[in-house]
């Protein structure tokens, strides 16, 4: 059976192929349409797999989408009526997308696609969620936990999948949420809410938990770990550009400065901020900006403690040791460790798109399991399901840009001149084979350097992508080797440590070995790289340990700040250009920085 | 009339509107809206605000809302 899945209109747009149980193409709309988040109708992700598969819409058998609009509708009216009178804009900011365009998506899908309407299904959002995960996971029986801001109504669900079927067992329903009271501390914290998450989970490390009192007070957690925000202290419900209430002001003080430079005495005040400010503005601003990092590591804190608790109740009711995530706040690495380290689930799975793109997918393979005599074939043991570009295309692509470059004459070639120039201290953009699935660069678009340069997170952050010096860098080992350098026991167990989703702690005598990754806490979200899945990655790894004894690269996202990763030779050509990379390889090709 | 035709009957008739307004159509059907909201919508919405005192939005775990995984149930938009 060939399924379609589809997720759009709030946030990352994405298309999935699902053929007989197994997705065989998958794309956010981002990495075709270079929109950032981009979430309208992903006409070219769509056509992407598609044409992976040989398919026109028309072959295909169903095409399902990943929540349910009018369910969606039920909650924002019942909302609206909640609010009343406090937020009219909110009101007519809705009602206004809604009924042009995001409850017409059975028309809308139809008319894009040329299929008929009969052939349009609805999958629940956080059914999607579960599927996505617990469907491409290794469990035959496992318990489910999905935490996002809000799909229709649940923010919250718990579950158990068994075999082919997924049982919703109890759910948290909006507004109480803990996706968006952590997006509510995005916003404080000086980022854009959706985007920024990740960077208070940089941040948090700088800081101490100081405030996790005065973020309790935010929210009232019961014994069996559901809770309740205190709307007196958000905005969310009655705004669509703010969320965090005069209250919450009062209670934090006014937020981080959007332009503001953030550093810490231990980040230190990088050259590329500019000229240092004299010792007593320094220490002035070094404060207040620890203020930040200590609220970001009292969310942080509190959100651990939550997840833990959800965790622990599930496994309680559930008695089962084995754990799915989803949903956006399960692309928290550091939360997710936790799970593992301190409550009775000793092997979780996440997949790598957890957020709302994981929806195009766990809604195929949803749709797929209640087929008559389904079974379950998959298991999701890479991230390569986007588009790869041949020879020809690359060399067309270097000639028409008028680029000198070489070819090496054979991959032992290829990885020979690669490792030589990233022992030399060089910085490489790395692209190779199909694109990643989700939003980390997983050695198929990647921008590689040494880790054991302590100055690779200065270069790699100031010179090549730009961005804030707090922001850790993430090391890929081989997976045999991760538990020399990396605090996991059985780390070839873990499958979230495939895809970057767990954070942990370096082991002591390793700091010194491999300072560019590891985070000012102790701590590296690493990559286990199997020679079974990413075999030419796997190969310059361990070329590169060969060479220096250190089999681990610092792996970076091959993109700048504020722009989707890199899909074609065109885009991994200009970054290179904008960039102060020093070599580009394009599968067999190099090209040095002119 | 089926679902379908009034998606292409509503679509028709909203292009014509946003064409005649142009540039003024989003200002237009803002007010609207607003004095849609404090007027119809306040006749259904106070009442419900005065209810919904009696009975806070639930603050603890609740069985799913729908029910999901059955063929039928994809097959809902609701």
Redo the contacts between chains.
Sequence with gaps: MKILGLSFFYHDAAACLVIDGVPVAMSEEERFSRIKHDSEFPKLAVKFVLEQAGLKPEDLDVVVFYEKPFFKLDRIMRSALTTFPLAPRVFVESIKSLFTKKIWVRQIISEELGVPAEKIFFSGHHYSHMASSFFCSPYEKAAILTIDGVGEWATTSLGVGDGTKIDVLKEIRYPHSLGLLYSAFTEFLGFEVNEGEYKVMGMAPYGTPKYVDRVRKLLRVNPDASFELNLEYFAYHLSHNRSCSKKFFELFGPPRDRASHFFTRTSGWPSYFGEKPGPGEYEKLAEQQEYYADVAASVQAVLEECVVGLANQLHKETGLTRLCLAGGVALNSVANWKIVAQTPFKEIFVQPAAGDAGGALGAAMALEMVQPNAKRSYTMMHASYGKAFTSAEIEETLKAEGMAFTRASSETDLIEQVTTALEGGKVIGWFHGRFEWGPRALGNRSILADPRRTEMKDIVNTTIKFREPYRPFAPSVLAENAEEYFEMPNAMNHHPARFMLFVAQVRADKHSVIPAVTHVDGTARPQLVFAEDTPRYYKLIKRFGEKTGVPVLLDTSFNLKGEPIVTSPKDALNTFMKSGMDLLVLEDYLVWHP | MP??DL??TF?AG?KRFEKIMHAFGNVV??VF??IF??TV??L???P??LS?KKNA??????????T????E??????
């Design positions: 679902f379908s998606w292409t679509k909203y059907s803002a809206l607003m909201y404090y919508f306040a259904f919405a106070i419900f605000r919904r939005i639930p603050s603890s775990f609740e069985k799913p809302h729908a999901f995984g059955t063929p149930a994809f097959r809902e938009e609701f």
